[in-house]
Structures are given as structure tokens and as C-alpha cells.
């Protein structure tokens, strides 16, 4: 998962509004983006068209599916993560940690804005460098869409998940979106 000496500590998922504490900018890219909107496919009648494609029933009610809920929602499963529509609303849809990691503790670290962090403090803490690794945890053969999708490269995916946004706070040696 991260390329450096120590394997960063498992850490909970915080959610989207805590990210956007600091990187509003970037949240309001997200929250029109497909990611944002990826849980609202499994609800009955949306993209009815994709779903027969797929095999899938277009009327059937996907949100407490066990099956779609890992790549439709944040954090399914794990600590702090999306536990049900009801119950973690703000956790549906694929949020920032999918693809960075789960913040509940490198959020401490990088909220500390009166001095500097190193990228090795955060990555320890969980936020993950290449977050590009992780998209083919979804993209990939068991999902339903991918007979009828082109293969899926994550690098050259031209859709990011948010539009790049100049960071206000970061380590010198380290920036998200160059």
C-alpha cells in the first residue's frame, strides 16, 4: 500500500464533511463528480439502461446489498466507515478516503497548521500517496459494467474524482494534485 519502511497504522474513516473543513475547493469538485453520486446507481430505477446491460435487475433495490456496497460507499465494513444508508448516510458514495486512505488520524496530523508535517508523518498515519493503486479495487473484472466498459486505467482516466486544486496546506515534499 505505501512504499515506505513502516506500514502505516490502521486508522478510522472520518468522512467527507471532515475533509472539507480544509479542502472546501476540492469538495465542491467532488460532490458533482460520479464518485460522489456512485451510491444513488444502486437505488431502483436509476441508470436503468447501464443495469440491463450489466444483467442486473434495473428495478431492485441495490443500497443494503452486501455485494455493492464496498465500491459504492466509503469505508464499507471498516472502522468508522458506511454501515448503512440509515445509519452513515455521509458515508454513501465513494468519498475521499476510498481513494486517500482513512483520515481519522492523518486529519490530526495535517490539521496541526502552525507547523510543518513530513510526508513520511502523514503516509505513517495512513494517507495514501498513490491513491491510483486503489481504484482497480472496483475497476476491475468482478464488476457487473466491466463486460460492456472499456479495460480500466486509472492514469489515464480522464473523470478524476475531483479537479485539481492547488492545496493550501501541505509538506514541502509532498502535493496531492501537481
Not at 30 to 51: C, H, N, T, V, Y
Request: proline share 7%; net charge positive; glycine share 8%.
Amino acid at each position: 500500500m505505501v512504499a515506505n519502511a513502516q506500514e502505516p497504522v490502521k486508522a478510522a474513516f472520518a468522512g467527507v464533511k471532515t475533509c472539507k473543513k480544509c479542502h472546501r475547493k476540492v469538495w465542491k469538485t467532488w460532490k458533482k463528480s460520479r464518485m460522489a453520486q456512485s451510491f444513488a446507481i444502486l437505488k431502483p430505477g436509476e441508470r436503468a439502461d447501464m443495469k440491463k446491460k450489466a444483467g442486473l435487475d434495473p428495478n431492485k433495490d441495490y443500497t443494503h446489498d452486501t455485494t455493492c456496497l464496498p465500491c459504492h460507499t466509503t469505508g464499507y465494513g471498516k472502522p468508522g466507515g458506511f454501515v448503512s444508508i440509515e445509519k452513515t448516510p455521509g458515508m454513501a458514495g465513494v468519498g475521499c478516503e476510498n481513494c486517500h486512505g482513512a483520515g481519522k488520524l492523518y486529519n490530526k496530523v495535517m490539521g496541526k497548521h502552525s507547523r510543518t508535517y513530513t510526508e513520511d508523518e502523514i503516509l505513517r498515519a495512513g494517507l495514501t500517496k498513490d491513491p491510483y493503486t486503489i481504484c482497480i479495487t472496483c475497476h476491475n473484472e468482478k464488476s457487473p459494467t466491466r463486460k460492456f466498459q472499456k479495460p480500466f486505467d486509472a492514469r489515464a482516466h480522464k473523470w478524476p474524482a475531483h479537479a485539481p486544486v492547488k492545496l493550501k496546506y501541505h509538506t514541502p515534499e509532498y502535493q496531492v494534485n501537481k
